[in-house]
């Protein structure tokens, strides 16, 4: 919708010294919540719904109202002392390129900061993120001495997965195991590196002439998780062109069949559906419906 995106920064987040005031942990008794509106019911980091996004002391405050941006940033400024950033170019370890068509998102200084502190800076590109065919097990392969590396790695690969769907499975299979590491986990996670440092210009663009029309895509990997025999859940979802959530998670119980696995899938795909359809509504959004749910199984036609 073109809307005008500023970031800032708040100055005095973290107070140091000692402090007279009670602080609550939670609403004292006798304050009143905040009226029907202000706050978003699916997602309390969204504050003064339509105006501002908050991450401790980083903030994101956009709107199709420049006036009333300038009067939120005054009224913080008042309040905390901010510092004000201009146009959202870096967030969290994301990079934002904005033009007329658009909004590109990608984690290129972040992946590159992760390539040196492994020390794969000079590794060779690998064309695929993950090795085809490979099943990872928890009793295969020498357990690494240093648990806290290949932690460390997943971890920063979690955050990645924020800009980069391609990695999705990759990450899922890999945070399986941190509990005790072995050896050939961290060679694949190494591989994913490898993979990162040929696509360090992949991102998620999201056209400005985007429709509103919600649709999402999901299917199950049925009986491949010899270990646990629990099967995979896989979706994505978007909103026009534009993908906006995806996930590969195993699911809580084991299917007895193929069947009863697809249909697990697309009940927590619908789940995700309505959410999103909830918070657009939040946002002022409207959604046409119906919503189209597509799976891809020999077993169902959706």
Not at 288 to 296: A, D, K, N, W
Request: with cysteine; net charge positive.
């Amino acid at each position: 919708m073109n809307w005008n995106l500023q970031q800032l920064d708040i100055n005095n987040a973290f107070l140091h010294g000692y402090i007279d005031e009670k602080l609550y942990m939670q609403p004292p008794p006798g304050c009143s919540k905040a009226l029907p509106g202000q706050v978003c019911k699916l997602k309390r980091s969204l504050y003064g719904l339509r105006h501002a996004v908050a991450y401790v002391d980083d903030l994101l405050v956009t709107g199709n109202n420049l006036q009333l941006i300038l009067e939120v940033k005054q009224a913080l400024h008042k309040a905390y002392t901010i510092k004000d950033l201009g146009d959202l170019k870096y967030f969290l370890g994301i990079e934002v390129t904005r033009s007329n068509s658009g909004i590109l998102l990608n984690h290129r200084k972040y992946i590159l900061d992760l390539l040196s502190s492994t020390k794969m800076e000079n590794c060779k590109v690998a064309p695929f993120p993950f090795p085809k065919g490979l099943k990872l097990s928890t009793i295969e392969g020498p357990a690494l001495v240093d648990f806290e590396i290949y932690r460390r790695v997943v971890g920063k690969l979690l955050y990645l997965n924020m800009t980069r769907p391609d990695i999705s499975y990759d990450v899922q299979q890999l945070s399986q195991f941190l509990s005790e590491p072995r050896t050939p986990h961290y060679v694949v996670a190494l591989h994913v590196l490898k993979y990162l440092k040929g696509t360090l210009n992949h991102g998620l663009f999201y056209a400005s002439n985007n429709s509103l029309l919600l649709r999402a895509y999901n299917d199950a990997d049925w009986g491949t998780r010899a270990y646990t025999g629990r099967s995979l859940t896989s979706y994505c979802v978007f909103l026009g062109d534009s993908l906006i959530s995806w996930k590969t998670k195993k699911q809580k119980v084991v299917s007895k069949s193929s069947t009863e696995a697809e249909y697990r899938s697309m009940s927590q795909t619908t789940s995700e559906i309505v959410w999103i359809e909830v918070l657009l509504q939040d946002l002022l959004v409207y959604v046409p419906t119906p919503i189209t749910l597509f799976c891809t199984t020999s077993q169902l036609n959706t």
